[in-house]
């Protein structure tokens, strides 16, 4: 039995089918009292496939949330809406200072078992062990920024266009 073998062996132990390492990255504006701020974050998460059929997105960075789905993409998409949820709960009664401190905490949060199944997870894609049509990003760099954005007035702020980046597996 070779070392994805066994990967998958303990997976399946765990109640676990599949596990998929995501790299995503989004950009949102933020509003505080008194000031909006610009949020981009190049995180991770970890996908598993239960045994019971059902997807759950575990938030790696940045941690502590999760999204669950009948797919990989609905997993994703409910761990982004938390996530997000999270950075406006943040905001507010902070000042931008304090936003911006607790937005990169948020982001380093993790946890040991996430770290595990993301790095079991790259060793699968690299190994070409992962059914998948997402790109495939080779060591990906995780990273969050947070700016604060001109306030014209209270009524029409500066903010940037929502965007989102593919999601992709990281090897």
């Known amino acids: 039995m070779d070392k994805t073998e066994r990967m998958i062996a303990k997976w399946r132990e765990e109640g676990i089918e ?18 909006v701020a610009g949020v981009d974050l190049y995180g991770a998460t970890v996908v598993t496939k239960e045994a019971d059929g059902e997807y759950i997105a575990h938030g790696l960075k940045p941690g502590g949330v999760a999204g669950v789905g009948s797919t990989v993409t609905e997993a994703y ?8 949820t999270v950075l406006y709960d943040m905001a507010e009664d902070a000042s ?13 949060s993790t946890d040991a078992w996430g770290e595990e199944k993301f790095a079991e997870g790259q060793l699968m894609v690299a190994a070409g062990k992962v059914d998948s049509s997402l790109p495939v990003e080779p060591k990906p760099e995780l990273r969050a920024s947070v700016v604060e954005l001109e ?21």
Request: proline letters at 5%; glycine letters at 8%; a negative charge.
């Open 151 to 171: 306030l014209r007035s209270k009524n029409n702020p500066v903010l940037p266009a929502g965007e989102s980046r593919s999601v992709r597996l990281a090897a």
């Open 96 to 108: 931008f200072d304090a936003f911006r401190e607790g937005v990169l905490e948020f982001f380093e």
């Open 18 to 35: 599949a596990v998929y390492p995501l790299v995503f990255g989004f950009q949102t504006s933020v509003r505080g009292e008194g000031w």
């Open 77 to 84: 998409l409910a761990y982004k809406e938390e996530v997000q």
